[in-house]
């Protein structure tokens, strides 16, 4: 087997999604295999607006600040803030505190290279109905 029959692993890429045409834009970033690592809190009214929110992320990682909280008696989550705002949050909790960080550490080292999308995905599963852990606000910290 040659090198370009290898197949090389799947990158992380961000997945814009929304309930509806009418709806407001928000995202999440997923893996290679298409798990989810993490989501912004933020809504967006179109397409422009949302892949120029994420890209502002992008490029303000550095500044970011992480955040992880317990859930419960026996959950964990994390958050991104900028300037005291959360504008990404896990997709998901998680049973132990070791395996909170690690995601943590996973979105904020996969976030950064990211292919945006460039289409909407449109559902109206309950998953994606609400944003969990905080108000809905956009990249750049307004509601």
């Known amino acids: 087997?040659?090198?370009?029959?290898?197949?090389?692993?799947?990158?992380a890429h961000i997945q814009l999604f929304a309930t509806a045409e009418s709806a407001p834009?928000?995202?999440r970033l997923?893996?290679?295999n298409?798990?989810?690592?993490?989501r912004g809190t933020g809504e967006f009214d179109d397409l422009v607006s949302c892949r120029a929110g994420i890209a502002h992320l992008q490029a303000?990682?550095?500044?970011?600040?992480?955040r992880v909280h317990r859930c419960g008696?026996?959950?964990?989550?994390w958050s991104l803030a900028l300037a005291g705002v959360p504008v990404a949050i896990s997709g998901a909790q998680h049973a132990r505190l070791i395996r909170c960080r690690q995601g943590l550490a996973q979105f904020v080292a996969q976030f950064a290279h990211s292919?945006?999308?460039?289409?909407v995905m449109f559902s109206h599963s309950r998953r994606w109905a609400g944003v969990p852990g905080s108000?809905?606000?956009?990249?750049?910290?307004?509601?």
Do not use: C, F, Y
């Open 73 to 77: 008696s026996n959950h964990w989550t």
């Open 1 to 11: 087997m040659d090198a370009d029959q290898i197949a090389k692993p799947a990158r």
């Open 34 to 38: 298409n798990r989810e690592l993490g």
């Open 60 to 66: 303000v990682l550095g500044e970011l600040e992480p």
């Open 135 to 143: 108000g809905l606000i956009d990249a750049r910290g307004r509601s």
């Open 115 to 119: 292919t945006i999308g460039t289409s």
């Open 30 to 32: 997923l893996s290679g």
């Open 25 to 27: 834009l928000r995202w």
